[in-house]
Structures are given as C-alpha cells and as structure tokens.
C-alpha cells in the first residue's frame, strides 16, 4: 500500500508559479511510474504529466507543455509539479498518482495509487 500526499497548492495571479510536492509512502517509491492530474469544478479529471521511474522520461498534456515540468528526486521519495506562467484555466484540484505498469501512462485508470488532492486557485 502507498500512502500519498499532495502539498503547494494555493491562491496565486495569472502569470505566477508555484511548485506542487507529492511524497509517497513506504521504500517502493523507486517502483512506480508518478503522475499528476487534475480536476475543475464541473469537468472531468484529466491528465496533466507524468514521470518514468527513473526520471528519464517525461510525458505532458498540450496544455501544458512548455509551462509546466514534472521531476522526481527518488532519494528523497518526492515528485514534483513546477508550474509556471499560470493561468486562471489551470485552476483545479491538482492530484498526485503512482502507477506500476510498464510505461508511464496518461490514463488516469491505469495509476494504482491516488493522493486526496490540492486545490491550485489561478486568479485573472
């Protein structure tokens, strides 16, 4: 079992950063491919970017890409979500996610675990 938990989110200005921290529990940290999603009021979750075990891969929705960068440190068991130049339609609950398949996936129905989520608020 792996313990998720989501910390940064906040209440920030179009055109301001923040970074978003997600430190699993246990020693299987290294095990699973990480993800982050999102979801706003009314739509549906989607697929944000996600990081291969080693960190040597990257994946990122259109949305996105440029803006924000996905890491992971797996010596201190943590993943991250630099995001910068935001925007109000950024705004969401952001979610962190640990999968055990065997590439990186942008389907959230493929990632085992789900952290309880932190609310990124982009004011315009």
């Known amino acids: 079992q792996v313990q998720l938990v989501e910390s940064g989110g906040g209440l920030v200005q179009a055109g301001d950063s923040l970074r978003l921290s997600c430190a699993p529990s246990g020693r299987s940290f290294r095990s699973y491919h990480m993800g982050w999603f999102r979801q706003a009021p009314g739509k549906e979750r989607e697929f944000v970017a996600a990081v291969s075990r080693s960190g040597d891969n990257t994946y990122y929705a259109d949305s996105v890409k440029g803006r924000f960068t996905i890491s992971r440190d797996n010596a201190k068991n943590t993943v991250y979500l630099q995001m910068n130049s935001l925007k109000p339609e950024d705004t969401a609950v952001y979610y962190c996610?640990?999968?055990?398949?065997?590439?990186?996936?942008?389907?959230?129905?493929?990632?085992?675990?789900w952290g309880q989520g932190t609310q990124v608020t982009v004011s315009s």
């Open positions: 996610a640990a999968d055990r398949g065997v590439i990186p996936s942008t389907n959230g129905a493929t990632y085992d675990y």
